[in-house]
């Protein structure tokens, strides 16, 4: 419980300082650092019969801390060179790829263990931090990094603005003075008009006004 206990604090604990670096710097260079740390507390890990109990779970702690950041440190990096248009189909093929390795991977362990005893789990997790170490060498060779262009900070909305979003969607509600609601259509104020369409507009009010008041008969008087 406490070996297990000691791997989960260091997987939550890293991800926000590795992350902000990450935003920082060159993110691949960030991925090969945490690779190469990752595969070093694994081997320590597989000396684990030689170490003192603290100290596995310090290398645990470690271990998984660092590789616990390898996922989502992969996909912010391939998020710099997608276009808006493009995350949805990048995050499903991220999710196909860990499902594929989260199946053949425990095989592959398994085996490996078979071979070369109980530490077997970990000479395989070196073997795997190996080959991502070459293939982040490789790719910073053959590719420039995109960079973090400025970026606005996140702003959480409050709950108080959701009410006002359905208020406007709801067909319920009031409909503005300046507006005129027929059974079938939406009539708008005209807004373009000219300043001799004001003035022969208020003139024709004008006449029509005074022409009612023309029409009003008169009382008889007393």
Same mark, same amino acid.
């Given at each position: 419980?406490? @070996?297990?206990?000691?791997?989960?604090?260091? &997987?939550?604990?890293?991800?926000?300082?590795?992350?902000?670096?990450?935003?920082?710097?060159?993110?691949? &260079?960030? /991925?090969?650092?945490? $690779?190469? /740390?990752?595969?070093? $507390?694994?081997?320590?890990?597989?000396?684990?019969?030689?170490?003192? @109990?603290?100290?596995l779970l310090g290398a645990i702690f470690l271990y998984y801390g660092f590789t616990s950041t390898l996922y989502p440190l992969s996909l912010?990096?391939?998020?710099?060179? /997608?276009?808006?248009?493009?995350?949805?189909?990048?995050?499903?093929?991220?999710?196909?790829?860990?499902?594929?390795?989260?199946?053949?991977?425990?095989?592959?362990?398994?085996?490996?263990?078979?071979?070369?005893?109980?530490?077997?789990?970990?000479?395989?997790?070196?073997?795997?931090?190996?080959?991502?170490?070459?293939? $982040?060498?490789?790719?910073?060779?053959?590719?420039?990094?995109?960079?973090?262009?400025?970026?606005?900070?996140?702003?959480?909305?409050?709950?108080?603005?959701?009410?006002?979003i359905v208020s406007e969607l709801d067909p319920r509600a009031s409909v503005s003075e300046n507006y005129d609601t027929g059974a079938d259509?939406?009539?708008?104020?005209?807004?373009?008009? $000219?300043?001799?369409?004001v003035e022969t507009t208020s003139a024709e009010f004008l006449e029509a006004d005074g022409a009612r008041s023309t029409d009003v008969p008169?009382?008889?008087?007393?």
């Open positions: 419980a406490m @070996f297990m206990s000691a791997a989960l604090v260091g &997987g939550l604990l890293f991800q926000l300082p590795i992350g902000r670096l990450s935003d920082r710097l060159d993110r691949r &260079g960030v /991925l090969l650092g945490t $690779t190469l /740390l990752g595969g070093l $507390t694994a081997i320590g890990l597989a000396l684990g019969p030689a170490l003192p @109990f603290p100290a912010a990096y391939a998020n710099d060179y /997608l276009e808006h248009d493009d995350v949805i189909t990048m995050g499903s093929g991220f999710v196909l790829a860990f499902s594929v390795g989260a199946a053949l991977g425990p095989i592959a362990a398994s085996l490996t263990m078979r071979w070369t005893g109980p530490s077997g789990l970990f000479l395989f997790e070196i073997l795997v931090a190996s080959g991502l170490t070459l293939f $982040t060498l490789w790719r910073m060779r053959v590719r420039m990094w995109a960079g973090i262009i400025k970026k606005d900070p996140y702003v959480a909305l409050p709950d108080a603005h959701a009410p006002v259509t939406l009539v708008t104020p005209n807004t373009h008009l $000219t300043d001799v369409d008169e009382e008889p008087s007393a």
